[in-house]
């Protein structure tokens, strides 16, 4: 199975840049996605993982160490629309049904 | 119309009602999922359907069955449903795309049910 851990909750200023960890246990991988969701609204894909390193897309980043089981998305130039909870997931290996962690709730302040 | 469409996008049942949720998908993918998701909890996968074939159930209860027509087309139908149940039942589909390539989701824009 899989174990994925993020943090409840970030604040962080409009401007500024900011940081959200996902680890991850499971016993096969494949991919990491990263998915973004404004209250009361569906998640939208932001980026796909497979290989180590990190993704540039925009203001937003995603880096992936297969080897220790972790993944960062780094949000520049934050902006208060920013604010919604990030959800990492999983893609197990010979699977193509990801495993969601619980979302990290991003609160950006004036 | 595009994307993947969920109605109705809010719904308010007795316990002893029957009701159905419905979603569709134009993105000609192969997979289709339902979800249920909580307030302060994670995304928890319900069913998931594979060319109309189901393909997971996650230990669901029977009051929740779902039905797959085609590939383009997944229902939820709900009976006597408990307060617990109340929830944002989020649809996604995706192509499964085992042997590699990503595989990303495409989420309907969910049913906010409420269970009186």
């Known amino acids: 199975g899989q174990n994925i851990d993020q943090p409840t909750e970030m604040t962080a200023t409009e401007g500024a840049i900011v940081q959200i960890n996902c680890t991850y246990q499971?016993?096969?991988?494949?991919?990491l996605f990263w998915y973004q969701q404004h209250a009361g609204e569906a998640p939208t894909f932001l980026s796909y993982?497979?290989?180590?390193g990190l993704e540039e897309k925009g203001r937003f980043s995603s880096f992936l160490s297969r080897s220790k089981g972790y993944s960062y998305l780094l949000l520049k130039e934050l902006q208060m629309k920013d604010s919604a909870s990030y959800l990492c997931?999983?893609?197990?290996?010979?699977?193509?049904?990801?495993?969601f962690g619980r979302g990290t709730s991003l609160i950006v302040h004036p | 119309e595009t994307g993947v469409t969920q109605t109705p996008r809010h719904l308010v049942m007795g316990m002893t009602n029957k009701k159905s949720l419905k979603c569709e998908q134009h993105l000609g993918h192969n997979a289709m999922y339902w979800y249920k998701q909580s307030a302060k909890k994670p995304l928890e996968l319900m069913f998931v359907y594979n060319f109309k074939e189901q393909t997971e159930n996650n230990s669901v209860p029977s009051r929740f069955s779902p039905e797959c027509p085609n590939s383009s087309h997944l229902f939820l139908h709900l009976h006597t449903l408990q307060p617990e149940d109340s929830a944002l039942y989020l649809c996604a589909s995706s192509q499964d795309r085992v042997a590699g390539g990503k595989s990303e989701q495409f989420f309907g824009p969910g049913t906010r049910l409420t269970v009186l």
């Open positions: 997931a999983v893609l197990p290996r010979g699977s193509y049904i990801p495993t």
């Open positions: 993982n497979v290989l180590d």
């Open positions: 499971t016993s096969g991988f494949n991919g």
